[in-house]
């Protein structure tokens, strides 16, 4: 097994994980350590990062735009669905009408993110298995951003479903999330001497199959702390709701159950000190 590094978010977004994990990943390499980043849930905004869209599409890969980042430094072999099996992609109306919201329960958050696609990878034998949800409907009458080309490239060789409801999304969800990520990450892992996992937003702990974990940083702007891994997994757990999934307890619901080990100081540009780190490269 590797040397598992968990971060989570102290907050939902602009924590600062992936920047972190940049500078983490360029301090392990100086060991001569094998790496691997692992995003197993992931999503983006067709709009919001409109370049990381264009990626995707010109890529014909719907990955993270933290995925994208990071690999760049770790040369990973692996295929990209693996190091992150769960993306979903959300996309503006193209409505005629200013702030109009379509009639979907896919229209999450309002007119500016509806989920127009999810993708859901895993292993299967030598291969890469990959389905994709897709708002087929609200595509092919031209009431998102995203066209039907842009959408085809997006999961060309992967297999698609028609969803037309946010429960249908989430009855998928609850069927495999848990199996998927956890087959992925089994693979990701073999082989690496240290696998650095990234949460999603202020998930505190993101699926259930994560039975433990060597090291829990929590970052922010300008600080990370360091928890106890068992402690922070209890607590976690502890606030889950028996009909809830275990990436819905964000952090800050644990925050008042458990005190950080330490503290520690960083800036985009580099670690102030690497004693928070004490113990991952023995």
């Not at 992936?18 to 709009?47: C, M, R, V």
């Not at 990973?76 to 769960?86: K, T, V, W």
């Not at 993708?119 to 708002?135: G, I, Q």
């Amino acid at each position: 097994m590797s040397m598992r590094i968990l971060l989570v978010g102290m907050s939902s977004f602009d924590s600062g994980k992936t920047t972190f994990a940049g500078l983490l990943i360029d301090e392990i390499s100086h060991y001569s350590k094998s790496i691997e980043y692992f995003k197993p849930i992931s999503a983006h905004n067709y709009w919001q990062r409109f370049a990381h869209t264009q990626y995707c599409i010109e890529k014909k890969r719907l990955i993270s735009a933290d995925l994208a980042t990071i690999k760049a430094k770790i040369n990973s072999q692996i295929d990209d669905y693996l190091l992150n099996p769960i993306h979903r992609l959300y996309v503006p109306t193209a409505s005629k009408k200013p702030l109009a919201i379509l009639p979907s329960t896919l229209s999450l958050a309002g007119p500016d993110s509806v989920i127009a696609l999810q993708r859901f990878s895993w292993p299967e034998a030598n291969r890469v298995r990959s389905m994709a949800l897709v708002a087929e409907q609200l595509i092919g009458q031209g009431d998102l951003l995203l066209t039907k080309e842009q959408l085809e490239h997006l999961i060309e060789g992967i297999e698609k479903r028609s969803v037309n409801s946010l429960e249908e999304i989430q009855q998928y969800e609850s069927e495999n999330l848990e199996s998927y990520v956890s087959s992925a990450f089994s693979r990701v892992e073999d082989g690496t001497d240290i696998l650095v996992i990234e949460s999603f937003n202020d998930t505190a702990w993101i699926w259930e199959g994560l039975d433990m974990v060597n090291l829990v940083l929590v970052i922010g702007p300008g600080q990370v702390y360091r928890y106890e891994p068992e402690r922070f997994r209890k607590a976690a757990f502890l606030q889950k709701r028996p009909s809830m999934p275990i990436r819905e307890v964000p952090f800050s619901r644990i925050n008042d159950l458990i005190k950080p080990r330490s503290r520690d100081a960083w800036t985009p540009v580099g670690l102030e000190t690497t004693e928070i780190l004490t113990g991952i490269f023995e």
